[in-house]
């Protein structure tokens, strides 16, 4: 069974993910973007979770998901991704224009 944050259930205690990606440009690491969001709001866009054998948690629940599916699943654009310091989906999607079309 995939714990999830209602497994949790700590009164006041918010639990969020941090996804920071990067890419290599010249064989130097670049920032991309950062964005923070509930435990919950995640569990939501992802599925098919799959067991994989990690060398320091053991079997674990794992999914792979390129960045560009996660931010479309959670409505988030790519250029606010990307020019803004860190999205931040604690209270929702915050309210953007978008003329990211990918």
Do not use: C
Request: aromatic fraction near 8%; glycine fraction near 4%; proline fraction near 7%.
């Amino acid at each position: 069974m995939r714990e999830t944050a209602e497994t949790w259930n700590l009164e006041g205690t918010k639990f969020l993910y941090l996804f920071v990606v990067y890419t290599v440009e010249d064989e130097k690491p670049r920032e991309v973007g950062k964005l923070t969001a509930p435990v919950t709001t995640i569990d939501a866009v992802l599925d098919k979770w799959q067991l994989q054998d990690h060398p320091t948690m053991g079997t674990q629940p794992a999914r792979d998901i390129s960045w560009h599916l996660l931010l479309k699943r959670l409505g988030v654009p790519k250029d606010a991704f990307v020019d803004e310091p860190i999205v931040d989906l604690t209270n929702g999607v915050p309210d953007t224009e978008s003329t990211d079309t990918e």
